[in-house]
């Protein structure tokens, strides 16, 4: 494929690694040839990576699969179990850490979609909210709302994270995943 046909959420291998376009800006100056920029993200990493590429430069789109799993258990913070949710099957799928900071917000029976290259399982999605229950939190302290700050606490995850002083242990919380910061409280 060439590189002016390829549109954001595309997969490509570039360098013998995968990437999914982020943005992909074509320019055109002067009397040169068209370029294409993609800013990529690496689907094993998570590194981005931004380069140009010749509007006719052959770029090799990839295709990819994807399944809807729930997450099973962690092993040794190193081997992730996944089960397929549309199969009433219980074969577990294993991934090796590449999920980076992410994984601190796995939980069993969250709901992510698996990405497939040639039936070979090479990384999950996690959804961008989810809600997570508070497992510790430390005690209000009077007076303490006027600089509007927060406090530290530990989600059902393992995560830890800055939050609002209002919210106590015990009470269900909605976390954007991508940033690893408090939305608001679940139930309000």
């Not at 294993?94 to 399982?121: A, C, Q, Y």
């Not at 090479?122 to 961008?128: D, H, I, R």
């Not at 997570?132 to 302290?141: G, L, M």
């Amino acid at each position: 494929m060439k590189a002016s046909q390829i549109k954001q959420g595309t997969v490509v291998e570039f360098e013998g690694k995968y990437f999914k376009v982020l943005k992909a800006s074509h320019s055109h100056i002067g009397r040169g040839k068209a370029n294409v920029e993609m800013q990529m993200k690496n689907i094993l990493t998570g590194q981005n990576l931004t380069r140009g590429f010749k509007a006719d430069e052959d770029v090799g789109d990839i295709e990819i699969e994807k399944k809807q799993l729930e997450f099973a258990y962690k092993k040794n913070n190193e081997l992730y179990f996944f089960t397929d949710a549309n199969d009433g099957k219980k074969d577990k799928l294993t991934l090796n850490d590449t999920l980076g900071e992410h994984s601190l917000f796995l939980k069993k029976g969250i709901k992510v979609v698996g990405i497939f290259i040639d039936d070979e399982f090479l990384s999950v999605e996690l959804p961008v909210k989810e809600t997570y229950k508070v497992v510790s939190a430390p005690p209000n302290i009077r007076g303490n709302t006027a600089q509007g700050g927060g406090k530290v606490i530990e989600i059902d995850s393992g995560a830890t994270l800055s939050v609002p002083f209002f919210v106590k242990e015990g009470d269900e919380i909605v976390v954007n995943i991508e940033t690893g910061e408090y939305v608001s409280r679940a139930n309000f």
